[in-house]
């Protein structure tokens, strides 16, 4: 038979692996054991079963993400950063006539100006009134961020470390100590080519203080019941005691493997898994499990484990009573040393051990010390109440505003421009309203009153009934009111002409109207309609139209509207005049054509 590649032969026939190598079967190689040595523990106490929520949603990715609060403050960071960002870059844009983007977009940012819109710069003694400014605005959508990330974070931080975990402990008496009744269990594994065959020696256990007279051999199958299986990694020995209630304090049980042909007794490392649990409450277990490769020591070199001296795993056993688990009684296991025993680093001398049969063997020893002079109890108390909770949101709040608040003071105070954004932004937004009202209110003229009974074509394609929308500059203001002043003296020109043939009857009356264009009748002006009237009824001559002239304080595109509506009321009582003479006139001119018609009959008839 052929040995494995990588393998040490010894007694001149036979093979086995050299140091710290398992035989890999699949490759019919010898390869090194690299598991690392590890041992672990569970916390508190670990839940044994199923959660329908765990198996369906993946809480423990999710927990992978939200490990710590850093992440809720990097999160908080990188949106105040990209808000800030946005905000500074904004400030470059042109805002126009108010009508673009960028101003809407400006616009939108002062009116989420909350924290900071009674605390702008003020002169000194002025009154304190609500300003909503674009650096305030900002700022204040800073505020929330800040504080939403902070808030965040605290929830994580309750949610996780809400309660603490106190640990009382007190001697303990045999009554307590019997009450416990656990299921232990222990698994232990030599890493190694060997079988179950290789097992011998096991079936008694050693209780008590060695060199007092408390020291007994007794069977194992008084204590429990062990078996052993055969695994890839080795053979496994299990040690079970259901409701067990241990009432020494030292307890040993040892076994050993010896060589079998073609099967030394070797190994090259151990796996142990020691698991505790109530019978009344199988739900929680606690456990202690690991790998060891060179003793309790860090050193990763690979070992060989044979010979007479023993390998001793030393275990502690706590008993712990869980008043927060309705007084739940568990045993915790923990591991305390292990005790390598013959050990070869160098492959000369494990091939002479293998030639040797005084060494063909290998001895293990569990030790197991329950420490039952005290009683550990653990409890949860609640370290977070309402009181606390809202302390700490007040004081994420304050520091949220505070922050901010301090950089809006110092930029208004360094930086004079800053100090009057508000009346930047209003002026433009009622410039532009001003301009749609009155684009509303000429297209309202143009439709109600046609403009081709009062003007004639030429004064129609120069203006819409006299009304032309003021210009954003003051020259195109200029050339407005012009056209419009020349279209009035064009329109009284004609109006005078034709009035010259009205018969010198007709008399004038003053107007009341219960209408007017600004949803009030103006008294000031009925009188100058009616002054004007009356002053022209003993010539029988109409009245010129009203001017149109604005007054001289309004430059520019500013108008102001109560002007214009003067203006306008003007214009209607003027047209409301001409109406009444003109119905008149018509009733008149009716008169007239029916007493011809009558005289005419009546001189046929003679």
């Known amino acids: 038979m052929s040995c494995p590649r990588d393998s040490i032969t010894y007694n001149a026939t036979r093979c086995a692996c050299g140091i710290g190598q398992l035989l890999n079967r699949s490759s019919g190689s010898c390869e090194i054991f690299g598991w690392p040595s590890t041992i672990s523990t569970d916390k508190d106490i670990s839940y044994k079963g199923i959660s329908f929520a765990e198996t369906l949603f993946a809480f423990d990715r999710i927990k992978k993400f939200t490990q710590s609060q850093a992440v809720f403050?990097?999160?908080?960071l990188v949106m105040l950063l990209s808000w800030l960002v946005f905000c500074f870059f904004l400030r470059f844009t042109k805002l126009g006539d108010g009508r673009n983007i960028w101003f809407n977009l400006r616009?939108?940012?002062?009116?989420?100006?909350?924290?900071?819109?009674?605390?702008?710069w003020l002169d000194d003694q002025q009154v304190v009134k609500k300003r909503k400014t674009e650096l305030g605005g900002m700022f204040s959508v800073a505020s929330w961020i800040?504080?939403?990330?902070?808030f965040?974070?605290?929830?994580?931080?309750?949610l996780t470390k809400r309660t603490i975990e106190v640990h009382n402990v007190r001697a303990t008496g045999s009554p307590d100590l019997i009450s416990f009744e656990n299921d232990l269990e222990f698994n232990i594994t030599a890493v190694s080519d060997m079988t179950c065959s290789n097992l011998r020696g096991i079936g008694n256990v050693l209780t008590g203080n060695p060199g007092f007279s408390d020291l007994k051999?007794?069977?194992l199958s008084s204590l429990g019941n062990y078996t052993c299986r055969n695994t890839t990694s080795g053979p496994t020995v299990n040690f079970k005691c259901v409701k067990c209630r241990l009432t020494n304090d030292y307890i040993y049980i040892s076994w050993h493997f010896v060589d079998l042909p073609g099967s030394p007794a070797a190994a090259v490392g151990f796996q142990f898994n020691f698991t505790s649990k109530n019978g009344a409450d199988e739900k929680h277990v606690s456990f202690v499990s690991g790998t060891l490769r060179n003793g309790s020591i860090l050193d990763e070199r690979p070992v060989t484990f044979r010979g007479?001296?023993?390998?001793?795993?030393?275990?502690?056993?706590?008993?712990?009573?869980?008043?927060?688990?309705r007084d739940l009684k568990l045993i915790q296991p923990l591991f305390h040393e292990f005790i390598p025993g013959s050990v070869y680093r160098d492959t000369a001398q494990l091939q002479a051990s293998l030639g040797r049969s005084t060494d063909g063997m290998l001895n293990t020893t569990l030790f197991i010390n329950y420490l039952s002079s005290y009683i550990v109890e653990i409890d949860h108390e609640n370290i977070l109440g309402p009181v606390s909770f809202l302390a700490d949101l007040g004081g994420l709040y304050c520091i949220s505003i505070g922050i901010f608040f301090y950089i809006l003071v110092q930029c208004e105070y360094r930086i004079k421009k800053l100090r009057n954004e508000d009346t930047v932004f209003r002026r433009i937004r009622k410039r532009r309203k001003a301009l749609d009202h009155w684009d509303k209110l000429r297209r309202y003229v143009a439709y109600t009153w046609d403009c081709s009974i009062l003007a004639d074509d030429a004064i129609k394609t120069t203006a819409l009934c006299g009304l032309a929308r003021p210009s954003a500059s003051p020259s195109e203001c200029g050339s407005s009111r012009t056209k419009m002043q020349h279209s009035i003296k064009k329109l009284r020109l004609s109006i005078e002409k034709n009035a010259t043939t009205q018969p010198g009857s007709l008399e004038m009356r003053p107007l009341h109207s219960s209408s007017s264009l600004a949803h009030g009748a103006n008294t000031s002006n009925k009188k100058s309609i009616s002054q004007s009237s009356q002053s022209y009824s003993n010539g029988d001559i109409i009245p010129p139209p009203p001017l149109m002239e604005f007054s001289e304080g309004s430059s520019g595109s500013e108008v102001d509207a109560i002007d214009i509506k003067k203006k306008f009321q003007l214009l209607y009582d003027y047209n409301v005049l001409l109406r009444e003479k003109l119905l008149d006139t018509q009733s008149l001119l009716n008169a007239l054509g029916a007493k011809a018609s009558s005289s005419s009959t009546k001189e046929h008839g003679a």
């Not at 800040?146 to 902070?150: T, Y």
């Not at 965040?152 to 309750?158: E, S």
């Open 152 to 158: 965040a974070a605290l929830l994580y931080q309750i």
């Open 217 to 219: 051999v007794a069977s």
């Open 73 to 76: 403050l990097e999160a908080t």
């Open 308 to 325: 007479n001296e023993g390998n001793v795993l030393k275990f502690n056993l706590f008993p712990r009573i869980y008043h927060h688990l």
């Open 146 to 150: 800040v504080f939403i990330g902070l």
């Open 107 to 120: 616009w939108w940012i002062t009116r989420l100006d909350v924290f900071f819109s009674t605390r702008h």
